[in-house]
């Protein structure tokens, strides 16, 4: 149907449309094929671009044909012409034989008197000198432009409107925790956040970029809406966590009373390292660093039930925490970064995070 409609357009309509869909899906194509590695793709680009190169072949021989036109089309008018001019003479001829001699009192009429009528009689008719108008081949290619600017527009957005049917891995979301009871200690605590709200905060499609993995998609996306490790369920400590192929990002907010430098001193008797202070959005914030724990827990493939092994100590993980309010009146949020093998981004990436992360969150963290 496609290929009907468009062997009715005129050939300055879609010869320059063609041109401007191939190059543009032949370089779309292979950048697609450069960016992921993808012969197929590569070789598809190389026909589309090939395509438009044949395309644009055609269109400027036509160009040329317009510019230098053939003479026989002159040649033929002439010969019109000339057939026209020659054809009352054998008329004129017969016409003009010289008649028997006829009586002297029937005097005849001199021939020569019906040469006029003869002659407006076989006059040949005049060809006009005006040509026929063509077509303007630049408003038809600006007309192909347009339309082609519409098709494109169309195919641009259709992606992103419409529901695609390939198989590609799709972003883990977060879990629905609407109808998640809340502990005690989140009705004590003024506007806290919830595990289910930090992790919609976190799970940002520009996240994996922040972490300087950009091709990567989530895994893994999960909220939870605890307490706080011995404070017998009294302080509130939702946290979040959206894991990726390379890295592993957790996000909690800690409702208690402990300020930054309250922090960094009970920092100094653990196992941190790498402890450095600074400030994000204006807020007092430090930088530490520290190991996960690592359980392993075997099932028991014998039926004979599971069996928890000891607790070591995992991969180096690095974390920015950072205040609630400027005046460090208590309580801060902390954003931890882990990878299994051990490597780790920049802090930039930790400082890129919470700067989009925390605005993003209502009650004490926007104040």
């Known amino acids: 149907m496609l290929g009907f409609l468009l062997r009715l357009?005129?050939?300055?309509?879609?010869?320059?449309?063609?041109?401007?869909?191939?190059?543009?899906?032949?370089?779309?194509?292979?950048?697609?094929?450069?960016?992921?590695?993808d012969r197929v793709a590569a070789g598809l680009g190389v026909v589309f671009l090939v395509f438009t190169a044949i395309r644009v072949h055609t269109v400027v021989r036509a160009l040329r044909a317009r510019r230098s036109p053939s003479p026989a089309a002159p040649e033929d008018g002439a010969a019109v012409d000339a057939a026209a001019q020659a054809q009352p003479q054998p008329q004129l001829q017969a016409q003009t034989q010289p008649q028997p001699p006829l009586p002297l009192q029937a005097q005849p009429q001199p021939p020569l008197q019906a040469q006029p009528q003869d002659q407006a009689g076989t006059e040949p008719r005049s060809i006009p000198d005006t040509p026929e108008k063509e077509h303007n081949a630049w408003a038809q290619a600006v007309a192909a432009v347009a339309v082609f600017g519409a098709i494109a527009a169309v195919l641009w957005a259709a992606p992103r409107f419409m529901p695609s049917d390939d198989n590609s891995p799709r972003p883990a979301s977060c879990s629905d925790g609407g109808h998640e009871e809340l502990p005690k200690a989140y009705k004590k605590t003024p506007q806290p956040v919830t595990g289910e709200e930090l992790c919609k905060a976190l799970n940002r499609p520009d996240l994996a970029e922040l972490l300087g993995t950009p091709g990567e998609t989530a895994t893994t996306a999960s909220g939870t809406s605890n307490t706080a490790p011995l404070t017998d369920g009294k302080v509130a400590q939702p946290e979040a966590e959206v894991a990726f192929d390379t890295y592993t990002v957790n996000v909690s907010a800690t409702y208690n009373k402990m300020s930054t430098d309250q922090y960094v001193k009970l920092m100094k008797f653990g196992n941190e390292r790498d402890i450095k202070t600074l400030t994000v959005l204006g807020r007092p914030a430090v930088l530490s660093s520290d190991h996960t724990m690592k359980i392993e827990i075997n099932l028991g493939s014998d039926g004979s039930g599971g069996s928890g092994g000891p607790v070591g100590q995992g991969p180096l993980a690095r974390t920015l925490s950072v205040a609630f309010e400027r005046d460090d009146r208590g309580g801060y949020y902390d954003i931890t970064v882990w990878s299994t093998s051990g490597a780790l981004p920049d802090d930039s990436a930790l400082l890129g995070i919470a700067e989009k992360v925390l605005p993003t969150l209502h009650g004490r963290a926007v104040r």
């Not at 357009?9 to 450069?34: D, T």
Request: glycine letters at 6%; hydrophobic letters at 60%; charged letters at 15%.
């Open 9 to 37: 357009l005129p050939f300055w309509v879609r010869e320059p449309l063609l041109i401007a869909v191939g190059s543009v899906l032949g370089v779309r194509i292979m950048y697609l094929a450069v960016r992921d590695h």
